[in-house]
């Protein structure tokens, strides 16, 4: 994990001060001069006039930053600019730099799963979409932490496997809900879980889901355990409402059996069965780990 920062501090920071402690020598400033106004050491100023400091040839050779160096060394030579102001023009520029830019470049460089995101842009954004999915992921996560940790949990896994999913906001396809690739299965007794949570791999549970969305309820997640009547009997014995639905419908049945009903935040569907058809329970809730959290009280 490396932060947009350390692109600064590493390859930004050390290319600005020796292109700019060049471009000072150059105007006639001391080696003590250069070292005052870059508020750094002789023995670093000297280390950047030798070339021991690794610069970033793309930073370096880019325009914008080579304009940087000769306003501000221009500045601070004829006295134009006070420090100040030469740290205020460069971090202007490297804001800029940052979004969706150069820094931003070299940082998904650094951190390839950000390339399929809008870059630093994104990261900081409280309301974008990368760190949308990466909650509904780590909400996922959270769920199937309890399902694991929960003795018994492999008994409730139905032939087909279980899946647990949760969807963005305002999901509309089965690429909107995270679930886990592959299912829940029950080997030798115990839940395995073969991958971590993604985006599009979940055909069945995450058709429930948007189902149940697409009947006006206001929920985000399921999870898929085994019917019997002893489930559906112990989860209304706990308030829970309990809907059934025909899998044979020839329209989609849960969107169907649901639509034009006052629904509560956590409910189950559920169907018995039909022609190569096995019977599965449906446990929907606002997130992951409230929807795990309904299967340990049959446990």
Known sequence: MRFIEEIVVEAFLP???ALLAEDLR????TQAEVADVLGISQSAVSKYAHGEVSVND???DDPRVEDLVARVGKGLASGDMSPIQALIEAEVLI???EESDLLSDLHEEAMPDLADFDGFESIHDPNSEIRT??????SVRRGLRTLVNTSGFAGLIPNVGSNLVECLPNAESVDDVAAIPGRIFDVKGKATVPGDPEFGVSEHVASVLLSARAAGADVRATLNIVYDAGVIDELEAEGYECIEFDPDAPTDPVREVLSDRSLPKTFVVYQTGGYGIEPITYIVGPDAPTVASVARILL
């Not at 150059?26 to 400033?29: A, P, T, V």
């Open 15 to 17: 290319t600005f001060r």
């Open 26 to 29: 150059s105007r006639g400033f």
């Open 58 to 60: 793309r930073i370096a």
């Open 95 to 97: 804001r800029q730099l």
């Open 133 to 138: 999915v990466e909650q509904v992921r780590s």
